[in-house]
């Protein structure tokens, strides 16, 4: 059976862990804004 996919429905709710934290999230976003290289960010975090 071949259900289609549910287009434009947001996941919403506690059903996925995210490895990190918003807030970290937000902090490395900030840093690579910055003009700071993916590359580093990635070694750094």
């Known amino acids: ?6 287009v434009g ?19 490395i976003a900030n840093e690579f804004l910055s003009g700071e290289s993916s590359e580093i960010l990635s070694k750094k975090y």
């Not at 059976?1 to 549910?6: L, N, Q, S, T």
Request: charged letters at 20%.
């Open 1 to 6: 059976m071949k259900c289609p996919p549910i």
């Open 9 to 27: 429905q947001p996941i919403t709710g506690g059903l996925f862990m995210s490895k990190y934290s918003r807030d970290l999230k937000i902090i």
